[in-house]
């Protein structure tokens, strides 16, 4: 063994014991109040910010109804893509949901890092040097499915609509809010399939070979999952989000397959 190797390895041990006496020294009450803190200075963030959303309702409404305004003016009926409310708080209520929605969305990296610093401690070297990767792509997914989700929201409503038979929509803005909200949601959760697949797969649970071998059930399983998870279950929908689901099951088997493979050339022979 080298005087270098064996060098990396006394400090690796040294950080370790260092890391676990600052784990011991915290006792329960610490823990406590670094956790309140974490959680004040994630509610701070959300309340300034949610408040600031408060004041650009007007852009915020906007980008809202962008999805819906793109709809054909004919199907729409005379309201076109205005929305309404149905009692004297509704407007009100909306204006709240919406600034909240946007706060808890825009605030999220500070309770997402706050969350992270939180449990940090707690994990091994090998686990914290996957952490971040995982945090990050996991932020990275949910936003391209978001994105996705809004950039095809004008063709999903101008099909349900059309499903309508010529009925005349009368759109009430938190009915549309929360349609809009659970699609948004739906797809960027659901784009974490590959995070979820890679980590089953560094643990052992599932092979590249058997993700190959199963494509056929996973595509199925896919559209399955597509139809249970969004709102409207319409099949336009669901396939605008079942296909690409199945291109980052693609993505996942190459991606897995070259992490085990650096993996087992890391490992010591024999």
């Known amino acids: 063994m080298s005087e270098a190797t064996e060098t990396r390895r006394r400090r690796l041990r040294l950080r370790r014991r260092k890391e676990r006496r600052k784990r011991v020294a915290m006792t329960v009450v610490d823990h406590l109040h670094e956790l309140r803190s974490r959680i004040m200075v994630s509610l701070v963030a959300f309340v300034v ?18 999805p819906l305004c793109q709809v054909p003016r004919d199907l729409l009926g005379p309201q076109g893509c205005d929305l309404n409310f149905f009692r004297i708080t509704g ?8 600034t909240a929605l946007v706060g808890i969305a825009l605030t ?13 401690p707690a994990l091994t070297l090998k686990e914290k040097r996957y952490s971040l990767p995982f945090l990050f792509s996991s932020i990275i997914l949910f936003s391209i499915g ?21 009925l005349i929509p009368i759109l009430g803005a938190e009915e549309y ?3 809009v909200g659970l699609i948004l949601i739906a797809f960027g959760v659901t784009f974490q399939l590959p995070l979820v697949l890679i980590f089953l797969g560094l643990v052992g649970a599932v092979t590249v070979e058997q993700l190959r071998a199963q494509r056929k059930v996973a595509l199925v399983a896919i559209f399955v999952l597509a139809a249970v998870v969004t709102p409207s279950q319409d099949p336009y929908t669901m396939s605008i989000m079942a296909l690409p689901l199945y291109g980052l099951y693609e993505l996942t088997i190459i991606i897995l397959a070259q992490v085990m493979k650096r993996r087992a050339a890391a490992a010591p022979s024999g």
């Open 49 to 66: 910010i949610s408040g600031a959303a408060f004041f650009f309702y007007e852009p915020l409404l906007n980008f809202l109804k962008d």
């Open 91 to 98: 407007a009100f209520q909306f204006r709240l949901k919406l």
């Open 108 to 120: 999220s990296p500070v309770w997402l890092y706050n969350l992270y610093a939180f449990i940090v």
């Open 146 to 166: 978001t994105t996705f989700a809004y950039l095809t929201l004008p063709k999903g409503v101008e099909f349900l609509i059309e499903l309508g038979g010529g």
């Open 177 to 179: 809010l929360n349609f």
